[in-house]
Every structure is written in C-alpha cells, then in structure tokens.
C-alpha cells in the first residue's frame, strides 16, 4: 500500500507539473487579448504560437480537458471504467514499479522491461486494448474536442516572448524531473535558479590550504623519497 500511496502522490505532483496550479490559472480577459491570425501559415510561424501558448495557458487548457474528460465519463460510464482500467496498467508499471518490471514465464529466463522498451509496449498494448474493446470512438471523442479548441485558441494569439517561453520551459521540466524523483520543493527551486552551475565557489586561503593538503597526503612516495636524497646531496 505504500508503494501504491507514493506512486499516487508522484502521479498527482506529476500532474500539477504539468497543467499547472490554481496559481497558473490566467484570467479570461488575457485569454481574449492579443488576438490576431498569422501573417503566413508556415511551420515557422504555427509552432512558435503553439508551443508558447500551450506553456502560457497550460493550466486553463488543463482544465478544459478535466472538465470535458468529466462530462464523457459521466454520460459513457462504462467507456470511462475501461480507459481507467487500462490506465492502470501504465500506472502500476511507470510509477509503482518505477519504470523497471521484472517478467518470469515458467521455464523461460527472467526478462527485464525498462526504458524504452517498457514505455514502447505500454503504448502498443494500451492502444491494442483500446481497439479490442471498441472504445477507440469513445477515447477520440474525450480528447480531440478540447485540443482542437485549445489548437486554434493557441494559433489565433500572440505568443509570449521568448525569453518568458524558455523561462516556463525550464520551470516545466525541472518540476516535472522533481516529481518524479520524489524531490522536495526546495531541490526544485534549486534546478530552476541554476546557482550552482551558474556561481563555482570562491577560492579563499583556507579552501588552498586544504587542497595542499589532500595533494600532499596522496603524493606518492617515490617523490617524497626522491626530494629527501635530493636534500641530502
């Protein structure tokens, strides 16, 4: 049960990384400005906007999602039951187990799953499972309606600025990396400020002398010897 309380927490962290706290939730009239059609239809210019949006109102499409996803599972119970069940397979390998699954078969050697075989047969299956049971229309129809509206809301505003995209980019992957480590906040805020890749440690005497010392004490002895008949003669 322990085991199955902490996968719970990781995925829920894991969850909060990515679409955002109540605190990431922008306001309606931001979602409504700054609105305008791309000056041309190139990838060079529909990635940008996507990519930056999507970080900007992770949170707002998150929960357009959660809201629609809540409306299908109540009105197609039994679509939603088998998308649950087969989730939990995913879940019971990629976080219970931590992404490493150990397969015995009666008179065959044990075979070990991980990354990225492991994610690889997760998805094959899952999606495998899904078509067996004929709930391929039912998973469609919970996803697709909120992407596309979160697609053309993305495509039609302006992006934010670069540096605020590289800057929640970061903040996203260091969360993420510090969910499912089981991390605390504060390792977090380290990964976000970068201090210590940024800052080396300043060299003072005392810092000297004590590498003096380490380089003296595994000095080999031969030098040590040969500095002594050196003095000698």
Known sequence: MLAYERAANTAV??????????????????LQQHLSLPDEWTTARLVPRLLGNALHFRANYGRLLAVWCTVCAVRHPIGAFWVVLISVVSFHALLVRRGIVHITLPGCPSVTLMFPQLHLLLAVGSALAVL??????????MAMPPMLLAAAHAIVRVPPSRAEIDCLAMKLSSELKAALRGEEADETDELETGAADQEPPERSDELAKRVEQIRAKYRPPSSA?????????
């Open 13 to 30: 962290r894991a969850l909060k990384a990515v679409f955002g706290t109540s605190t990431d939730v922008r306001p309606l009239a931001e």
């Open 225 to 233: 010897k040969y500095g002594r008949s050196t003095k000698a003669d």
């Open 132 to 141: 067996l049971i004929g709930r391929l229309s039912f998973v469609l129809y």
